[in-house]
């Protein structure tokens, strides 16, 4: 169920047209998710604080 929620969230942009992917929005966690800089550092599932890299 959570996983349903964070990908509606993520493919609002595309579905609005702004971008063609998630990746693309720079406001969005995907960019995290897939291994590239985001604008804030975000900690997933099993992860502890002290993993995630704050840049």
């Known amino acids: ?3 349903q929620k964070v ?3 993520h493919y ?3 579905k609005a ?3 063609d992917s998630p990746r ?3 406001y969005l966690s995907a960019r995290n998710y897939a291994e590239q800089e985001g604008l ?3 900690q ?3 992860e ?3 993993d995630v890299v704050v840049i």
């Open 7 to 9: 990908e509606y969230i």
């Open 48 to 50: 502890k604080m002290a």
């Open 12 to 14: 609002n942009p595309v």
């Open 44 to 46: 997933r599932f099993g």
């Open 24 to 26: 693309d929005w720079r």
């Open 40 to 42: 804030i550092p975000v």
């Open 17 to 19: 047209g702004f971008v």
């Open 1 to 3: 169920m959570a996983t």
